[in-house]
């Protein structure tokens, strides 16, 4: 099992940039292939982007391709998302979680850190 502790979240002006960050806990991280995703208020749990164990290839969702970078640091056990270019409509809890199986069935997940983009 592993324990995710997302950070990095706050508010910013449209056309600024955060980097999230998410933290796991234990010796297994490079098992897992880790992804971020958002809610915004009132809507459902969209994926943002997705790494791979090794950190070689990566997967984002159309909305972001372009403006957001993921990545992963395996010897710090943390895996980044670098939102640039940011809009209000990017408002929303960005979560990270992990793929234990590496069937896009994301089993872990931590609690969220709030991104808020003034207009």
């Known amino acids: 099992q592993v324990q995710l502790v997302e950070s990095g979240g706050g508010l910013v002006q449209a056309g600024g940039s955060l980097r999230l960050a998410c933290a796991a806990s234990?010796?297994?991280?490079?098992?897992?292939?880790m992804g971020w995703f958002r809610q915004a208020p009132g809507k459902e749990r969209d994926f943002v982007a997705a790494?791979?164990?090794?950190?070689?290839?990566?997967y984002y969702a159309d909305s972001v391709k372009g403006r957001f970078t993921i990545s992963r640091d395996n010897a710090k056990n943390t895996v980044y998302l670098q939102m640039n270019s940011l809009k209000p409509e990017d408002t929303a809890v960005y979560y990270c979680a992990a793929d234990r199986d590496s069937d896009y069935v994301f089993d872990y997940w931590g609690q969220g850190t709030q991104v808020t983009v003034s207009s």
């Open positions: 790494i791979s164990r090794s950190g070689g290839s990566t």
């Open positions: 234990g010796r297994t991280f490079t098992t897992y292939r």
